[in-house]
């Protein structure tokens, strides 16, 4: 044989060798803070999310959307980031709400929505600001208990809190109310 055949038939000997008896296992035994670190983790990332919801009877009942979603297994729990969420109802009645951040509860079908927080009726331009609401998707009913501010043009109402039923288009505001209410010429 000739020289440089035996230097490949050599290389392809020891590249055989090297893989039988190479084997790199990570440790069986995973310390307590890594399974820690890994219960933490998300089970599921999904970016540019849009999410439908239909009744029974197959009408639209509200639209789910965020830039990014982590879904955790702990607790059948999702974070949102730039969660936008519209509620609509059979008379063509729509709510929006955006925020920051987000996180929904799949078992309570909680939308628990944080920092910069704006509710609007989307057919009067009614819009409720705060820094943190919850949505009970179920019965469509937005509760923020932090101070809320609620204008509608250039009319502005305060109050410490709200409760809004958004099928039957009502808000009831908690404590310490404070309006302003400009004329109309």
């Known amino acids: 044989m000739t020289r440089p055949a035996l230097q490949v038939l050599l290389a392809i000997t020891l590249v055989v060798a090297a ?9 069986q035994t995973v310390d307590e803070e890594t399974r820690e670190r890994q219960r933490a983790l998300p089970k599921t990332y999904i970016e540019q999310t849009r999410a439908w919801s239909f009744d029974e009877t197959g009408a639209l ?4 959307e965020a830039e990014k979603i982590e879904q955790f297994g702990r607790g059948n729990v999702s974070m949102l980031t730039m969660p936008k969420f519209y509620a609509h109802s059979r008379d063509d009645k729509t709510w929006s709400a955006v925020a920051e951040r987000g996180r929904f509860e799949d078992h309570s079908e909680r939308l628990l929505l944080r920092r910069n927080v ?13 820094q ?15 101070r809320v501010t609620i204008t509608q043009g ?21 404590p310490n109310v404070e309006s302003t209410y400009v004329q109309q010429p």
């Open 61 to 64: 009942t509200d639209i789910l």
């Open 154 to 174: 250039e009319n502005r109402t305060t109050a410490d809190g709200m409760v809004a039923r958004l099928q039957e288009e009502t808000i009831t505001l908690k």
């Open 19 to 27: 893989n039988y008896y190479w084997s790199p296992r990570t440790s």
């Open 118 to 130: 704006v509710l609007t009726h989307d057919q009067t331009g009614t819009s409720m600001t705060t």
């Open 132 to 146: 943190a609401m919850d949505i009970e998707l179920d019965d469509k009913t937005a509760i923020a208990n932090k």
